[in-house]
């Protein structure tokens, strides 16, 4: 083979070392933002079996990439969840393995997942008040979701970050909980903000607010951004002295946001999704198998010719996204 390392490069001059891999379209929360109604199942449901994604994560980490997160959907209704981790952190060349979950069965799992090598956590918590992350998510599940986080603490999980969509609702209603939650928690809190897709414009045009009014929150109160690293990604990260934790914000509409884009996606069915508000993507499935190792190097690399500068979310156009499940958010 070769040597390739760390070829992924776009024509903006932007890195590539983190790939977001959907490993299901399946979700079992009905958050409001994403999919209100419920999860439907529409054409073939095949996602990419263990060791297609083990054809994947090779592939990528022969072109540089170090980092890998496993999303969805919800990751976790995936029975083979800890054998797809355990094979990805096995991977030379990849040094993180990332899970993002709605957190409905963490408590029961995140032991054996912290065991097959996971370093990297995010749990999605949209709300800290009972009654209010019932009516976000459809499940009345927020005791269960922070156990199970609190059980990632325990058991050193190298990083845990929880993300909330900033909602007009929850502004509102106060920022006070998030920060006293992250009092003593060694957590990013990471509000970002609500994107539109092309199902949800109306709760859109209801319930976003800029990440704006939120720093003057965080400003007013004494939190100062932490100074970015290179290879970080879009997302800023504040801190208080009182506080163990952060919040952050990650906001997509703010100028630029794009150009500090380090990551690349592949959808549950084995496409190549250079953006996430982009249309359709590479289809890769047909060289996921054994043997054909250096053809799906060749067309990764050509596909990234085609990474856009940026998404056209200012425009109202979300591309062919239709909600955030659907290629893994
Ligand atoms: N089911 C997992 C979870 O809940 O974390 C992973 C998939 S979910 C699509 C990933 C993240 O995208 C969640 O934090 C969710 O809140 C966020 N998300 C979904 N739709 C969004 C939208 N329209 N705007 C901003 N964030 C969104």
Redesign the pocket.
Same mark, same amino acid.
């Given at each position: 083979m070769r040597a390739r390392m760390g070829r992924l490069v776009d024509g903006f001059g932007r890195r590539f070392r983190y790939l977001r891999l *959907?490993v299901t379209e399946v979700?079992n929360?009905r958050?409001t933002?994403?999919l209100p109604d419920g999860f439907k199942k529409s054409g073939s449901m095949a996602s990419l079996t263990p060791d297609e994604i083990d054809c994947v994560v090779r592939a990528f980490a022969g072109l540089g990439v170090a980092k890998l997160r496993l999303?969805?959907?919800? $990751?976790?209704v995936r029975r083979d969840l800890v054998e797809i981790i355990g094979r990805a952190a096995a991977t030379p060349g990849i040094d993180k393995v990332a899970v993002?979950?709605?957190?409905w069965n963490l408590k029961r799992n995140i032991q054996a997942w912290r065991e097959a090598g996971l370093t990297n956590l995010?749990? *999605?918590i949209?709300a800290l008040e009972p009654a209010a992350f019932h009516r976000i998510t459809g499940r009345d599940q927020l005791g269960d979701v922070i156990a199970g986080l609190d059980l990632a603490l325990a058991l050193n999980m190298p990083t845990v970050k929880v993300?909330?969509?900033?909602l007009r609702d929850t502004v509102e209603t106060g920022l006070d909980a998030f920060a006293a939650f992250v009092r003593d928690r060694p957590i990013s809190f990471r509000f970002?903000?609500?994107?539109?897709?092309g199902d949800?414009a109306a709760y859109?045009d209801d319930q976003h607010v800029s990440g704006v009014d939120l720093q003057g929150w965080l400003a007013v109160r004494g939190w100062s951004p932490v100074p970015k690293a290179f290879d970080d990604g879009p997302a800023i990260d504040y801190a208080h002295p009182d506080y163990r934790g952060r919040i952050g914000l990650i906001a $997509?509409y703010a100028p630029g946001f794009c150009d500090s884009c380090n990551r690349l996606r592949i959808t549950a069915k084995g496409a190549l999704r250079l953006c996430l508000f982009g249309e359709l993507g590479v289809d890769l499935r047909d060289l996921l198998i054994t043997g054909q190792e250096e053809a799906l190097r060749t067309r990764i690399e050509a596909a990234l010719v085609g990474k856009p500068a940026g998404h056209r979310l200012h425009e109202n156009d979300s591309g062919d996204t239709r909600?955030?499940?659907q290629f893994?958010?």
């Open positions: *959907s979700c929360y958050c933002y994403c999303t969805g959907g919800e $990751p976790s993002t979950t709605n957190g995010n749990v *999605s949209d993300n909330a969509v900033l970002i903000e609500l994107m539109r897709t949800n859109f $997509p909600q955030l499940a893994g958010g």
